[in-house]
Every structure is written in C-alpha cells, then in structure tokens.
C-alpha cells in the first residue's frame, strides 16, 4: 500500500468539511462545531509527531470533543442549523444523518489499509465483485465474504457508539 | 461463485452464507434468481429481514460517506486563518496528498505509515484509560504487596496496629481502585476473603464489610479511613527492606496472597503490630470466623435447640382465627410476648383491634345460632378479616390432628405453595382453609387457650406477608409468568411511566403496614429512579440504552434494562395550556396536612402559567361548584383566594365533577393549544358512580376528544390507588401522588411542567426475541399495559406520554440460550412527536451478552433497576417475590446509596428496603 502521510495542511483541506458536518451532526451548532473542529486540528498539530493515523484520529477527537460539550452544556442546540440546497429532510434527521455518516467515516479510517481499499472501490469506483476480485487479486468470493464482514463490523461498530435505528 | 453455489447446495444454505448473499443483493451483486429466493428467505424469518435492514443502513450510510461533498462546508474565515497559521508552518512532514482529491473519503493511498517511533497504536486514549497501565500497576502492587506483609507482620504488640497496616496507596491508586472495581473478579463480600490478611486493630468483623467503594464516597460501610496513616509506596518499600527477616517464620501457613483494599488506615502512631485471625473461610467447624459448631456457635448457625427461650410458632389457620392482621395483635396470643405494655397482653392496650374484632366475631357466633349447625352450612368463601358484626364466622376447626399439614398443631411445613393464591383466601399463599372437618368449635376459652399449644408447630407462616384489613376482599395480584419465545416472540406495551406505587408502598411501610400488593406495580417501582441515561444526540428524537447482568435470583437468567429517553425541549411558546383543575372539597380533604398539601400545589401549578393560558377551577364534593373560569394566567392567582374561600363539605362526587370538567375543557378547546384536566383528590369516591371502570371510560372519551386528563393524589394514606390509576391509565395523562406540602416543590412542579409539554405521545414499546436465542422471557411489570402485537402500529390504540427529558425504563428477564445463535433480539419504540406530530420509530438491538456480569459487579444502574423490580416483586408476593432474598441485596443498596447519598429517591429505596427487612422478620 501506499505509505505516504499527507502534511496536516493538506489533511485540512481534505477533511475540513466532513469533520465540520460531523461535528455539526454532534453538536447541533454551527458555531460550537467550528471550535471543536479548530481544536481538532490544533491539538493534532502538537501531538503530530505521535499519531498514526491522523485522519481517524482528528474523527475520533472531534467525537471526544463533542461529546464532552454536550456533556457540559446539555440543552444548547440551535433552532434550526443550516441545510445543504436539495436537502429537504427535517432538521432532526438531517443532524443524525450527520452524525452517523461521520462515525462511519471515523470507523472506515480506523479500517486497515486492504480494508479501506476494498470499500473504496466498492463505493467510491462502483465497481463489481469481479473487478474488484482482478484488481486486487482476490477471488471474488473472497470480496464478497470481506465485504459481508466489513459490512457486518461496521454495523456493529456503530452500534457501539449509539447510532442505531430503523425506518419501520 | 453466486450460482455455483445454488446449485451444488439445494438444501438450506447455513445462515452465514445466507447472510453473505443477503450482503451481495444489497450491494448489487445478487442475480435476480437469486434475489428471489432471497426474498422468501428474508420473508420467512424475521431476523433476516433485521439484518437486511441493518446491512442496508450501513450501505447506505458508507455510501454517504464515500460521496464527495456537493456543498463543502468551511471554517468562519477568522479561524481559518488563526488554524492555518498554526498549522501551515508545520507541513514538514514528508509526502503529500493531492489536495484535489474528493475531501470526503478516507482515501486509501495517503494512509499514515507507522513510522520507526511510532508504536502500533489503536486511537488515541488518555493515558488513564490505557489498560495496560492498569495491568502494570496492578503486578506492581500485588507484588510489593506480597513481599510487605511477608515482611511487616510481627506479633510484638496485638494492640497497636501497624501504620504500615494502611493499604492505602498514593494518587496512582485512586485511578487503579476505580479499575479495580470493573475487574478485578470478587466483591468483598463473597468467598474472596479467604485471601486477605487484615492486620488491623478496630473490628474484625468488619473486615466482611469492607467495599469497593468509588473514591469519593467511601463510607458507606466498613472502616472509616484516617487519612494521616496513607502510605505511599515509597514507605512501604521501606518498611519492607528493613523488616523482612522476621515476620516470615511467624507466618508458616497463612495465605498472604493480598488483594488491594482501599480506605484501609491503622493509626500513625508507633509502628506496632496487632495480629488478627487471618480472615479465612475454612473448611472446619470449630475455628474461625464463620465456626459454625463451637459452645458460642455462629450467628448464621444456631440450633433452635440451642436457644434458650420459648418459641411460638403462629399457622395460617390460626392467624386467620384470630383475626391477627399485624404482628402486635398475633403476638398477644402467643406466648413469651408481651405486646400490650406491661399489663399483659389481654389488658386491652396496645393494638386491641384484633382482640376488639375477635371478641366481637365470636359473640357475632354465639349469637347467631349457627355455631352449632356449622357443619350443615356449606363452605363459602372465607370471609374477610374485617368482617361485619352479623356475619358468621367459620373458623377453621379446632381439631387435634394426626396429619401434619392442616389445623392448628401442624407439623409439617407445608411446602407447596400454589401458584395462584385461592381466590377465596385472604390469606396470599395460605389455602389452608380446612373446612371439611365437622368438630364443632368449642369454646372462647378453649380457642384463646390454643397458643399455649402451639410452640411444636411449624412456622409457614412466617415469611408470609400479613394482610391488610381490607374492607372488601384483597384482590388478587396478577401473575405474571415467564412466556415462552418460540410461542409468542414479541412483547408489545404501553410505556407507561410514574412513581405512584412507589410511593405509597414507601409511605404504607413507613407507618407499619405492608402495602396492599395489589396495588404494587414493579414498572413504578423502578420507573421512580433517574437512572442518568444519555440523552439523544442533538437532532435524534429518542435514545435507548441496554444493559444486560445476570439476574441475581432467578437460575439461569438474565436481567435487562431498556431505557429510553426523550431529549429536553423548550415549553412550546407557541401552544398555550388551557388547565382545568377538578378540585375535591369534600370533607376527607379537610385535614390540614391535606388543604396544605393542594395548596401548595396549586401554587406549584398556577406558577407555571402563562398570559397566554387559562385556567379553570371546579371544586367538587357533592356538587361541583365552578370557582373560576378561564382566568388567564397573569389572574391564576386570584383564582386560588376564591379556593380559600370555598368550604370543605361533604362528600364525593367523582362522576358529576368529571361531568363538569368535561364540559367546561369542551366549551374551552382549542386545537392549537394543549387541553388537560387535573383531577386532585384523595379518590375516596363515595357518592354518585363510583365504579372505576365506569370513570375510566369518562376519561377516555376525554381522550377521543383530545383533552388529556392528569390525576394526583392528595395525601398517602387512603388514597384510591386502584382508581386513580385506572382512570389515568385510559387516558392521556399521568398519575401523581402528592403527600405532603413539600412534596409539592420542585421536583413535583418539574414533573406537572413536564407533563403539561409532553414530547413524545402514543409511546409503545415492542420487543422481538429472536427464539434461536431466547428461551422464555417476562417482563417485569406493565401487567396492565401490554398490547397485542398488531397494536403496535395502530396509531389508534392509546398509549403513554413521555414528557420532556424523560425517560423510561422497562426491565425484562430472559433466558439466554448459550447454544443459540444470533442476537436476544430487537427493541422498537414507536411514538408520535409531540413537537411535529409525526410518527416516529426506532429500533435497537439486544446483544447476546455470552459473559454477562454478576449482579453485584453490574453497572449501578442495572443494579438500581433491578434491586427496585427485586423488592416490588417481594411486596407483591407470588413466585417471583418469593426467591428474592432481601439479604443478598443488602450490599448493594448500601453501595448504591452510597454513591449518591444527596439523591433523595436512593435514601428512600434505602428506606424502604430497612422497612421491608424489619417487617419480615
């Protein structure tokens, strides 16, 4: 695989909107979601030198963060937090929408690499078992067994931290 | 691979292969054959369709998530700039992601390699919650531990202890005991003992009582820490290097194999050691602590032989002769007691009731020619305790018999209980009516000579609850039994929440009388205790939360708590209240304790209105009079003066004042505002319909109109329980009860404020056990509100209110297959939000916990909710209550209420279970 780390600069760029979303989700507030985000990415800075996986860490920070805010302020949340032009759900589901595609996005950082990979070209390429299969030399049997758990664990992993639910 | 294996495995596919095409078609893979018979498949066993539907979530959510942001979100401008000054000037690392790529995915190729000084590590975690400092920590200590007190036990002074003696460890400790108490394997007060070596003066005995107490409250039990004799380490080291020699040899067989004890402290004076009988449980009888055959025996083991005192043992039948219906009129028939002062037990003092009650039933007897004809009057139903003066009495005959299980000289225990009480015995369990015998009752003299007879019988009946005079016959508690999972795998129910029972058994117990069981309902039980639960996250209308530990009565099950919990909303500004309050004025409520106690809670009530809301006051007793109507809030005020000018007369009309109210919310509706009915009373009905069900349907028409209907209860004695819970119960509302003026502070104006905004209405709860997994189950408590199973998505069948920031909790126990397979099962909750008035429903899983806790290591909460369901269940009898052991909850209300010993609810769980000890003993 590949073993690049990118600079916390350009972390910044890729991740800023999806910690914000996530954090938004978590928070409710626009405002409070900026400065745990801010404080995310400071508190990566100084601990740069130790972090191995610095994206599911800055995921996992902000969620520590988050939580210890509501955990202090239990009863902020905002009237009604900006939506994205098209999104014509109800506040409410947008915000755990929010949360919960940010816990899956801190879960699939923590993934390993061969892992991560698979799902990216499963849902990022849209590609087939068995192109799947050719490209990174596994039977497609194979992919299909991997994606069933990953799939499986991811459920399970968001269990864990809370989000569950079912429409009916 | 997807067709091969079709067609080389035409018998069922095992489930992990059906779960994996069941993967495959919603990740798009499955052929359309394939789809088809995965259709029928996830058709047919419902929990596949819940693992479709999870997986589904999933995908879609990893979908969502591989997604680029459309709209990407940013930082405000100044913190983008003040981040970017920080952090640009620190890209030196080497390597860079393309900054064009999609920001929102993980991207694969730019992972984080583990470079040479980074150790492999899973996310970041304060470095006091690692568990591998734990672990060093703990080898650590039990090492030095162990060599210490080889070193430092010397028999010099039995008197003095040893400052060393502390095993109080320095702040790194603090965090350690906090572990300590979620692993290490044995509480205090189990068979571990047997490895501890006390080396402490102050009483032994209390060695058994030390707890894993949390640091800040220690003090719940056992010895009281002295803070000047903490020891560090350090001093320890010490103490050990310079005095290993000795002690060794004077320890040749004791087990020295220490556990860490927290709070321990010997006084810090001059180093002496007093050396106590290791604190062993051994296998001989006669040494030790737990000796159970010396001269002094134990307190657990004494030969009733062995005690020097007359015994007399009380049977049902007599019990019930004499009209006992508490311990002090029993104990004037027995002997070795003086119940009544020191005048004797026949003086007359003391209760006197029962002797009053007897005496007059036997002249009632006498008088009616019957006595004698007795044998030819059929055997009816056993009459009450509280008989009237005309009714014959038919006691139980006085016969000396040979067989050891009926009449007054019984033998032999009875073991059997039956499992339904007799309909027709007051007596909860007894059934000892024996009224086939045709020996005539003799006389007063013979019968009331019968105690002295009585000492070789047995005693059934002294764990039996006593009843309560009843001026009607005791209704029966419902049984509630385990029900199977393969046969009815899906438990629907009405959430229901309040205190009530709690209360009034807690009030009933404080003045000495057992609480009806009857009236008990396990679900307010432990429904009366803030459990602490996690509210939603911000935008989630519910949260839920399970917890799991084995049940510490029942073999073989499980405990689970489900707690569901609506998230604060602000009181509606928008959505006026329009109050009627239904006041009783009758005569019952005279009493000052009473008039205080509405006051008081009008006061509560009308502080919570608004300009915008009304109020409308009716006080009722023979007639409902209209004090008030529709003052608005700012006047509230003045509405309560024309109450203090209103007098108490009367009696009670229920049925008329209902009328009323009705009319009176109906001329006030308002559709856009929320329309409820307050009813305070003590209940005590007694003219016009009094016939609860008849009331309850009034309510409920109540409720077809949209107007929802609150009841409190005024005062804890003589409060009409069963009606004020059944009229609650139909509608739209809860049930309060108030007893006293400061019980109508902030807490109780927190629940009416609550009440008056619910936020979630129409709450029901549904769980489906998966029967792979679940072998019987039962819940505890809500007898009166389970719904069948279709009921659940009938949004015309009623069900609770949850107010704002509530939560509810329902506790079942189930049997765990550990040969199963699969989950115990999903919990659906259901409810309309009050804030958007849509449906909503969520579901959760139940895990199968293979290794689920002990009771007494289980989360307080769990142990909270059970020991409420464990002590509810004791009060109202039957099977469930009967295996609960009062003693083996000891601990754990002591640790409870420990915890938190300024929350008022712990303090009266904690009285009501020293209420509850006393009395059965």
């Known amino acids: 695989m590949d073993s690049e780390t990118p600079s916390l600069a350009a972390l910044f760029e890729e991740e800023e909107s999806g910690l914000l979303r996530f954090a938004v989700g978590l928070a409710g507030r626009r405002s409070v979601a900026e400065e745990l985000v801010q404080e995310a990415f400071l508190r990566l800075h100084r601990s740069w030198a130790e972090v191995e996986n610095p994206r599911a860490w800055l995921y996992r920070t902000v969620r520590n963060l988050a939580l210890n805010h509501l955990r202090d302020h239990p009863r902020e949340t905002e009237l009604d937090p900006e939506a994205a032009p098209g999104d014509d759900r109800p506040a409410a589901e947008r915000l755990g929408r929010d949360e919960a595609v940010g816990t899956v996005r801190l879960l699939l950082a923590e993934l390993p690499a061969a892992d991560r990979r698979l799902i990216h070209l499963k849902y990022h390429e849209e590609l087939q078992y068995q192109e799947i299969g050719r490209r990174t030399g596994l039977s497609a049997g194979n992919v299909g067994f991997r994606l069933h758990h990953l799939l499986k664990s991811l459920a399970d992993g968001l269990r864990r931290a809370g989000i569950e639910g079912s429409e009916g | ?921």
């Open chain 2, 1 to 921: 691979m997807n067709t091969a294996n079709h067609s080389s495995t035409p018998q069922r596919p095992s489930d992990a292969e059906l779960e994996e095409r069941i993967v495959a078609w919603v990740l798009g893979e499955a052929s359309a054959f394939e789809i088809e018979t995965l259709k029928a498949a996830v058709a047919a066993r419902p929990e596949l369709a819940a693992f479709k539907r999870r997986i589904e979530a999933v995908h879609g959510l990893v979908a969502e998530a591989a997604r680029p942001d459309t709209e990407p979100l940013r930082l405000s401008a100044e913190r983008r700039a003040e981040l970017l000054a920080v952090i640009g000037s620190a890209s030196a690392v080497a390597g860079g992601a393309d900054p064009g790529q999609p920001a929102a995915f993980p991207n694969p190729s730019t992972t984080a390699k583990p470079s040479a000084v980074r150790l492999p590590r899973q996310p970041e975690r304060p470095w006091w919650r690692n568990e591998w400092f734990y672990s060093a920590a703990a080898c650590v200590v039990i090492s030095i531990g162990g060599f210490w007190m080889l070193s430092t036990v010397s028999p010099k002074h039995p008197q003095r202890p040893d400052p060393d003696a502390s095993y109080a460890c320095s702040i790194p400790s603090d965090v350690q005991c906090e572990k300590a108490e979620e692993e290490l394997p044995e509480p205090m007060n189990t068979v571990g003992y047997s490895e501890i070596t006390t080396v402490i003066k102050p009483s032994p005995p209390s060695a058994a009582s030390v707890r894993w107490s949390v640091p800040q409250a220690p003090r719940a039990t056992g010895i009281a820490p002295k803070p000047s004799a903490m020891v560090s380490f350090v001093d320890l080291e010490r103490k050990k290097e310079a005095s290993s020699g000795t002690a060794l040899a004077s320890l040749p067989k004791r087990e020295v194999e220490v556990a860490r004890v927290r709070g321990f402290a010997g006084t810090a004076d001059d180093g002496e050691t007093g050396v106590m009988e290791p604190f062993e449980v051994k296998e001989e009888s006669k040494v030790g602590y737990t000796a159970t055959s010396t001269l002094a025996g134990s307190r657990i083991n004494t030969q009733l032989r062995d005690i020097g005192s007359a015994i007399s043992v009380v049977s049902g039948g007599f019990m019930k002769d004499v009209g006992a219906t508490d311990s002090d009129s029993l104990l004037e028939y027995s002997t070795n007691s003086e119940a009544a002062g020191v005048s004797g037990n026949y003086a007359g003092k003391g209760s006197g009731r029962a002797s009053d009650s007897f005496l007059s039933k036997r002249k009632a007897a006498r008088s009616g020619s019957a006595l004698g004809g007795r044998g030819g009057a059929p055997a009816p139903a056993v009459p009450s305790v509280g008989v009237e003066e005309d009714e014959i009495v038919v006691l139980s005959p006085f016969e000396v018999a040979d067989s050891s299980s009926s009449g007054f000289l019984k033998s032999n225990r009875t073991p059997k209980r039956p499992k339904r009480p007799d309909p027709s015995a007051t007596m909860y369990g007894q059934g000892q009516a024996t009224l086939d015998s045709d020996q005539p009752l003799t006389s007063t003299e013979s019968t009331s000579s019968t105690p002295s007879t009585q000492s070789t019988s047995s005693a059934p009946a002294a764990d039996k609850p006593l009843p309560r005079p009843a001026q009607k016959p005791a209704a029966q508690p419902p049984a509630t039994d385990e029900v199977s999972a393969a046969q009815q795998p899906v438990s629907t129910f009405s959430l229901h929440v309040s205190d009530a029972s709690f209360k009034l058994a807690l009030a009933a117990l404080n003045s000495g009388r057992l609480p009806e069981p009857s009236a008990i309902r396990p679900e307010e039980f432990y429904n009366a205790f803030d459990y602490g639960d996690p509210a939603p996250a911000a935008g989630e209308p519910v949260s839920c939360r399970v917890e799991q530990a084995a049940h510490p009565f029942a073999q073989q099950r499980n405990l689970v708590r489900i707690a569901v919990r609506v998230p604060a909303t602000g009181r509606g500004a928008g959505t006026p209240l329009h109050l009627t309050v239904l006041l009783d004025t009758s005569g019952s409520m005279e009493r000052p304790d009473r008039r205080a106690a509405v006051r008081a809670a009008l006061q509560t009530l009308v502080g919570l209105l608004g300009p915008a809301d009304r109020l409308t006051l009716v006080g009722f007793a023979r007639q409902p009079r209209l004090l008030a109507e529709a003052f608005d809030g700012n006047h509230a005020n003045q509405a309560l003066d024309l109450l203090d000018r209103t007098p108490a007369e009367g009696g009670t009309n229920l049925e008329e004042a209902l009328k009323l109210g009705a009319e009176l919310a109906g001329r006030h509706f308002s559709p856009t505002a929320q329309n409820r009915i307050v009813l305070l009373t003590d209940g005590a009905a007694n003219l016009g319909n009094a016939d609860p069900e008849r009331l309850a349907a009034a309510v409920e028409s109540l409720r077809s109109r949209r107007i929802a209907f609150d009841a409190c209860g005024v005062g804890l004695e003589g409060v009409e329980d069963e009606m004020l819970e059944a009229l609650t119960r139909k509608g739209d509302g809860r049930y309060y009860v108030l007893d006293s003026p400061e019980a109508a502070d902030a807490s109780f104006a927190r629940q009416l404020a609550g009440a008056f905004r619910p936020a979630a209405e129409n709450v029901k709860l549904q769980v489906r056990f998966n029967p792979a997994r679940v072998g019987r189950y039962r819940l505890v408590g809500f007898e009166k509100h389970r719904l069948r199973e279709e009921d659940f998505r009938n949004d015309a069948v009623d069900a609770a209110e949850i107010s704002s920031e509530e939560a509810a909790v329902a506790v079942y126990e189930i049997e765990a297959l550990p040969q199963g397979a699969g989950e115990l099962g999903e919990v659906f909750v259901r409810f309309r939000d009050a804030g958007t008035k849509e449906m909503v429903e969520r579901s959760w899983t139940l895990p199968f916990e293979p290794r689920a806790a002990a009771f007494d290591r289980a989360a307080p909460s769990l142990q909270l909710a059970g020991t409420a369901a464990s002590l509810a269940e004791k009060l109202r009898g039957g099977p469930a209550g009967d295996r609960v052991d009062l003693e083996t909850l000891a601990p754990v209300v002591n640790a409870l209420r420990a915890r938190r010993p300024d929350d008022k609810r712990l303090q009266d769980l904690a009285t009501l279970f020293e209420q509850m000890r006393r009395m059965k003993k």
